[in-house]
T-cell receptor, first 116, second 109 residues
Framework: ETGVTQTPRHLVMGMTNKKSLKCEQHLGHNAMYWYKQSAKKPLELMFV???????ENNSVPSRFSPECPNSSHLFLHLHTLQPEDSALYLCASSHPVGTKNTGELFFGEGSRLTVL | AQRVTQPEKLLSVFKGAPVELKCNYSYSGSPELFWYVQYSRQRLQLLLR??SRESIKGFTADLNKGETSFHLKKPFAQEEDSAMYYC???????????FGSGTKLNVKP
């Protein structure tokens, strides 16, 4: 499948659970991003990866742990979350800095997370 | 600090009326500005970017550095323009993007 694919689309978890969100892209991009979208708030940048290396951590709590094993896949591991972490988590990809990057982000449909 | 402000959460206009979605920003350097759109049941996607000076689906946006604004305009709104619109900015390296909270445009028949 082309584009950016996120799984699962919906996730409900307790505060003591461990779960992971997955993002996959087959657009040939080497930059990948995690954003958090909460109700009535701007999209919040969480993490940025360029060529599998983390280049940005926007002061995200350690209960969110990203992993980028290759340029096509990005994970967000979740552990001991809080109810206020309930949100839509969006993955995006783009060409990396300094190449064919024109500033366009390609988004997935998001993973809707509910923490009980 | 960088910030993107979209003062209107909801904007309702009739079909054929002009529409302007407001965006103001603060940024320490010289930013690149974008508008993204999310139609119902679709993913967030790029609408236009100021560096291209393009008109997409009849929409234009002018960067006003004096007023630090990047308002999105269309002279005659269509029903299919109904969507969520997000203003975003980045530095010249496009490595980090900051988004506003979005404006929902509702075009009534």
């Amino acid at each position: 499948e082309t584009g950016v694919t996120q799984t699962p689309r919906h996730l409900v978890m307790g505060m003591t659970n461990k779960k992971s969100l997955k993002c996959e892209q087959h657009l040939g991009h080497n930059a990948m991003y995690w954003y958090k979208q909460s109700a009535k708030k701007p999209l919040e940048l969480m993490f940025v990866y360029n060529f599998k290396e983390q280049t940005e951590n926007n002061s995200v709590p350690s209960r969110f742990s990203p992993e980028c094993p290759n340029s096509s896949h990005l994970f967000l591991h979740l552990h001991t979350l809080q109810p206020e972490d309930s949100a839509l988590y969006l993955c995006a990809s783009s060409h990396p800095v300094g190449t064919k990057n024109t500033g366009e982000l390609f988004f997935g449909e998001g993973s809707r997370l509910t923490v009980l | 600090a960088q910030r993107v402000t979209q003062p209107e959460k909801l904007l309702s206009v009739f079909k054929g009326a002009p529409v302007e979605l407001k965006c103001n920003y603060s940024y320490s350097g010289s930013p690149e500005l974008f508008w993204y759109v999310q139609y119902s049941r679709q993913r967030l996607q790029l609408l236009l970017r100021h560096i291209s000076r393009e008109s997409i689906k009849g929409f234009t946006a002018d960067l006003n550095k004096g007023e630090t604004s990047f308002h999105l305009k269309k002279p005659f709104a269509q029903e299919e323009d109904s969507a969520m619109y997000y203003c975003a900015l980045s530095g010249h390296n496009f490595n980090k993007f900051y988004f506003g909270s979005g404006t929902k445009l509702n075009v009534k028949p």
